[in-house]
Nanobody, 119 residues
Framework: QVQLVESGGGLVQAGGSLRLSCAAS????????MAWFRQAPGKEREFVAY????????YYANSVKGRFTISRDNAKNILYLQMNTLKPEDTAVYFC????????????WGQGTQVTVSS
């Protein structure tokens, strides 16, 4: 497993931007498929975006497509989530997760960072 620590959450007005970071240790991010999930109060955890280890292709949930961008800095071993045009419904705890490319289940999770978008 890899250890993951998120940061960058906070309070922002609707229409604003935030960039979340997920620092990884124990494995290099380029060798893992990494993703962002979020969980709003009273709701189940939902997928936000992922980036594949091989090739670096990305995939987004429809709710964030065109507003959020997932990326990674292999030299710094950090995963990012740039969030633009934030909406109140984006309010949630955001988690980063990692898995080996050949494994279907994410087996490493961070502790989460709170994002609150005010209207």
């Amino acid at each position: 497993q890899v250890q993951l620590v998120e940061s960058g959450g906070g309070l922002v007005q609707a229409g604003g931007s935030l960039r979340l970071s997920c620092a990884a240790s124990g494995r290099t991010v380029s060798t893992l498929t990494m993703a962002w999930f979020r969980q709003a109060p009273g709701k189940e955890r939902e997928f936000v975006a992922y980036i594949r280890s091989i090739g670096g292709s990305t995939y987004y949930a429809n709710s964030v497509k065109g507003r959020f961008t997932i990326s990674r800095d292999n030299a710094k071993n950090i995963l990012y989530l740039q969030m633009n045009t934030l909406k109140p419904e984006d309010t949630a705890v955001y988690f980063c997760a990692a898995r080996p490319q050949s494994v279907a289940t994410y087996d490493s999770w961070g502790q989460g960072t709170q994002v609150t978008v005010s209207s």
